[in-house]
């Protein structure tokens, strides 16, 4: 089962980045970012592919979140710029699948 490590959260204000980074302790087909707000199901943020670096996003995100990977490190990271307070949640990584094994998260806080 691939381990996963998140870093890089923190407190932002509305309009402002941050940039999350996940390292792997494998691979699989695809990878992916997802979330949980408080009270809130955990729902999917976006995911890429290993070999081929191809994306898809939630539409919540499109256009302001990034996913990319090292390959050679085997870390994954999830560039968020222009942040809203509705992007406050606990973000972690995992296989499309969720078949990983959940990590701790790292919380993502935007002020208003």
């Known amino acids: 089962q691939v381990q996963l490590v998140e870093s890089g959260g923190g407190l932002v204000q509305t309009g402002g980045s941050l940039r999350l980074s996940c390292a792997a302790s494998?691979?699989?087909?695809?990878m992916a970012w997802f979330r949980q707000a408080p009270g809130k199901e955990r729902e999917f943020v976006g995911a890429i592919r290993w070999n081929t670096g191809i994306t898809y996003s939630a539409d919540s995100v499109k256009g302001r979140f990034t996913l990319s990977r090292d390959n050679t490190k085997n870390t994954l990271y999830l560039q968020m710029n222009s942040l809203k307070p509705e992007d406050t949640a606990v973000y972690y990584c995992?296989?499309?699948?969720?078949?990983?094994?959940w990590g701790q998260g790292t919380q993502v806080t935007v002020s208003s």
């Open positions: 494998g691979r699989t087909f695809a």
């Open positions: 995992n296989t499309r699948l969720g078949s990983g094994s």
